[in-house]
């Protein structure tokens, strides 16, 4: 194991009708003006924001709101949601929606307080100060709401980038799973595999001696696993949605990733595929996880098996483990298209022929890699693409 | 699931010689001047209050020191630190040790900004404000470094009373398996059956659908019987003494509880035994546990079967479910046996003629009950009791 630090200081809110707590923590918080951000008009049909303001007057905490985040936020949003904030000095940011909102209400959060340019922070600077930021969480698949990461897209160039720190993370995130009984089945198995994505950029490492996270991060998988079949049968199946939408919080504020290397090639693969052809992020993973690990699993055959085993309950097969390997990988794209995910190029809608430009906008050039399990260059790239096909 | 609040800021510091860090962290936490407590001579021959002064000397924090802390730490010396703090004008106070000493620094920082007697915090009064407290871990057992909870002894009637809340969690602790490595074999088999029996507590619930936190008990678990054996095995082996450091972290800041109702009841039964003849609370728990179990898993056979069969590897009886629930206990208590614990009063050093007393000392009289999974009256604790002969 390695050496590590861990910090996960939200308050968790979790359950049926906790959306109407919003009030009580911003206030508890020491929130006085606050800036509810949102993405489409869902959250307002479904009377959730009203809820939510209702929850704000009852403590007698002014707001102004700011709805439109897109899957994929941007940044031009971002730029408005800090000018609107500074113009009405607001000093608290509620996000209500999933992971685009979260990060999005992240970045202005960053951005309110910070004499520059806010994309900065994408581009390495650290983050000094933030106004504070809570949620209401409504789709369980990112796990923004308890992390400490944020993924913006600036609109010129379309440039996707990542920042973090610890200081963004949520000072509360209010999770009640009601609040995704109405997702349907496809966005809730994108979500579900986004949260396995998670797990898996962790688990697959080359540190040896990690068995704590390794059967925690099991647990979490094996937790999806029985899940989500029950919610795409029966979207209104509280129980489940419950068990999911922790699951997705755990996959992501780094409890699994501890004392351990990560490594997130396969995110960075994804990335390209929404990019070109936008499509959903978790259908983009159900997609490149498998033919990332057909690729890769000759590299550790005893932890692909030990992923058969211990996760998708196969047969161990002591004559030829690398039997038992394939096994599981196997498994696993059964089970993403059991619950109606693409698996290839063709159900995504991506075509073989894009596959030189995926690989060419992924720029890693001829000297860098991506990924540490095993360190990808280009050409590895372009099989696994064609491994997807 | 029910509905629930976590919350767990703790900063956690984990590795190799990260002792040395406890002086950026006070000063990072605003901490001055420093109360150093801790137990017994050990942490003082070893070196380790040494290193630790060399790291509050880098960082220019003064301090002073209170060492003497025994297991089951008293009021007397709590009384004796808070004055001490006060008069030294101390504002952080930095526990090196292991859950006696961490829960006495949680109460002297309570006590010394209260202008009562610290004591009504164990009456039930709520505990508004305390210095900071920063912990350097020597044991894996008690979960002190993470939770929000203490326990202390008030040596007039020796009444072992818990307090708690969140504000009485570390702000950071520090986790340097090596730290564990001097530990004997029979104190290092304690520390795992305390971390154990606290995921158990949390195990045996009447909360239906509860997978992921039932998965998360199940991995930890796992964890603990694959790496015990091990250091009892060879006590330097370093990554097992990480997996179960961390595991007894992970076991007690409640992320293995959280929405789920929990029984404590075979806590309380031990603390008897603890009490009347001075025996580690890890093996009492060994010696109670098992007897609990054979008492009360047909309130649900389902529950203990699942425990048998994902925890201890048993094969499922399908024509004799009951016939497997028996079969995971006879695995515990095996493996307990293995790792050099007691199982019955035998073996403890306890008698079966002090048992009405052990019974009367519970104070639950005709009308109270214990635990939640069943709710045991005195005249079931008396048959557990009987059990464990």
Redesign the interface.
């Known amino acids: ?16 009708k ?1 959306e109407n707590e919003a009030g009580h923590y911003i206030k508890k918080y020491g929130g006085s003006k606050v800036l509810i951000h949102y993405g489409g008009g869902s959250v307002v049909r479904s009377g959730l924001i009203d809820r939510i303001k209702a929850s704000l007057d009852k403590e007698g905490i002014k707001y102004t709101e700011l709805g439109g985040v897109q899957p994929n936020p941007r940044s031009g949003l971002v730029y408005k949601g800090i000018e609107l904030c500074r113009k009405e000095n607001v000093d608290f940011i509620l996000a209500v929606g999933g992971g685009s909102v979260i990060d999005s209400a992240k970045a202005i959060a960053a951005g309110v307080p910070y004499d520059g340019d806010f994309w900065d922070f994408f581009e390495g600077k650290r983050i000094e100060k933030t106004l504070k930021v809570g949620t209401v969480l409504t789709i369980a698949a990112a796990g923004s709401e308890g992390s400490d990461s944020m993924v913006i897209t600036r609109e010129e160039g379309m440039l996707k980038r990542g920042a973090g720190g610890d200081i963004i993370r949520p000072v509360f995130s209010i999770l009640n799973p009601e609040l995704t009984q109405t997702l349907p089945a496809y966005q809730t198995a994108c979500g579900a595999v986004d949260i396995m994505a998670h797990i898996l950029e962790r688990y697959f490492t080359n540190t ?5 996270t390794d ?2 991060c ?3 998988l ?2 999806i696993i ?2 989500v079949p029950r919610v795409i049968e029966d979207p209104d199946n509280y ?2 949605r ?2 999911i939408m ?2 997705g919080m ?1 996959a992501h504020n780094n ?1 699994l990733g ?2 351990r290397e990560q490594d997130w090639a396969s995110h960075g693969i994804e990335h390209e595929l929404s990019a070109l052809y936008d499509v959903a992020h978790g259908a983009g993973l159900a997609v490149i996880f498998p033919a990332w690990m057909t690729y890769v699993y000759n590299h550790d055959i005893n932890r692909f098996v030990q992923f058969a085993v211990r996760v998708w309950g196969c047969q161990m097969n002591f004559a030829n483990p690398e039997e038992t390997a394939k096994e599981g990988i196997k498994r696993f794209k059964q089970f993403l298209t059991s619950i109606g995910m693409p698996v290839n190029f063709k159900e995504l809608g991506a075509r073989e022929e894009d596959i030189p430009l995926l690989v060419e906008k992924m720029g890693l050039g001829e000297n860098y890699t991506r990924g540490s399990f095993v360190r990808l260059k280009s050409s590895d790239v372009e099989k696994i693409y064609r491994l997807a096909l």
Do not use: C, D, H, Q
Request: proline share 2%; net charge neutral; glycine share 4%.
């Open positions: 194991m390695k050496n590590f630090t861990f910090y996960s200081p939200t308050f968790f809110v979790f359950g049926k906790t040896r001696e990690v068995e704590i059967r925690m099991e647990a979490v094996l937790t029985k899940e129980e489940a419950a068990n922790w699951a755990v409890l501890v004392g």
